[in-house]
């Protein structure tokens, strides 16, 4: 990067990675040594209650060092990426007036996106009265009929978005009737935008085999720790799988098994194949993104300091951020 460009923008490190690949204490250290904060990119963990089926790190995990968006919203409320890339812009703001430097951290490969590319929300207008109209027609006909009709509309959206997923799909037929465009193609165009960021971008990876173990680990750690309670006491709450923070891996599993629908097993099952398979999924996102500087944990034979050494050599190259060696 020409330094010149380099110093017209501010800087921003990104942490990134599929779930359970080893992310926060590799955080603690990068931020230690860059002067950072962290922002958080998880979709979950942004919920005050869902502690350990977010896998939400813990006060003392964080070493002295400060964590945003963690703990600010309360399960009743909805959460999407516009209202997640408002409250990161913010916060990465007041951290670089304290003289610091955002670290975003997470796998939510959207949100990130949406906050290194500057992504404009500005035309993404909405409409409660169709969004509850077709909500309804997708409970009483199935969700494969809204799909259709995406189908109809912008058939690039409709194949990279889930039948069953009901809440994108709605998105992407409200985007198309409220500015009679595809969402596909404006999403393609925001994400050719370079970045408004002097950026260094990681993927942590690690592989496939391990990751997968540490997931079935990490699960069956949440289930000791009384992830089947912390679920239970939101469900008593009045939570529903409509409520955005009950769609998330290790939530949406349990009601079903409240229901006497399936047994505990079955359950646990469940999360760990769906985990595995969202961790697929991030890979495959973060792949797309040209910028990133891929770190596998193999290649460094599992040692974080190494690992550590090598991003601040990245970071030394691609901002103005004085790190400590």
Request: net charge negative; charged share 30%.
């Amino acid at each position: 990067m020409n330094r010149t460009e380099t110093e017209k923008k501010q800087p921003l490190i990104v942490l990134s990675g599929p779930t359970g690949v080893g992310k926060t204490d590799l955080s603690i250290l990068l931020a230690r040594a860059a002067g950072g904060e962290i922002v958080s990119a998880d979709s979950m963990q942004v919920y005050r209650g869902l502690d350990i089926g977010s896998a939400k790190i813990r006060k003392e995990e964080m070493k002295g060092i400060p964590h945003h968006l963690i703990d600010v919203l309360d399960p009743e409320e909805s959460f999407d990426v516009v209202r997640f890339s408002a409250m990161a812009e913010e916060a990465c703001s007041l951290i670089r007036k304290r003289g610091h430097v955002p670290i975003l951290t997470g796998g939510t490969g959207f949100y990130i996106q949406a906050v290194v590319r500057g992504i404009d929300f500005t035309d993404c207008s909405e409409n409660p009265a169709l969004r509850e109209e077709w909500a309804k027609l997708a409970e009483e006909q199935g969700p494969e009929v809204l799909h259709a009709m995406l189908k109809e509309r912008d058939p690039e959206a409709a194949e990279a978005i889930h039948p069953h997923n009901v809440r994108r799909t709605i998105r992407a037929l409200e985007f198309y009737e409220m500015t009679s465009a595809r969402i596909s193609e404006h999403n393609s165009r925001e994400q050719q935008r370079s970045s408004p960021y002097a950026l260094a971008w990681f993927v942590l990876t690690d592989d496939r085999k391990r990751l997968y173990d540490r997931i079935n680990a990490r699960v069956d750690k949440m289930l000791e720790a009384g992830l089947e309670e912390e679920v239970r006491g939101l469900y008593e709450r009045g939570l529903t799988e409509e409520h955005t923070s009950m769609k998330g891996i290790g939530y949406k599993e349990f009601f079903p098994y409240f229901r006497g629908m399936c047994s505990m097993e079955e359950t646990a099952a469940a999360i760990k194949q769906n985990t595995r398979r969202y961790a697929k999924r991030q890979l495959t996102w973060f792949r797309r993104e040209k910028e990133a500087v891929w770190v596998d944990r193999q290649v460094f034979r599992q040692n974080e300091e190494e690992m550590l050494d090598y991003m601040l050599g990245v970071i030394r190259e691609k901002t103005d951020i004085r790190v400590q060696i």
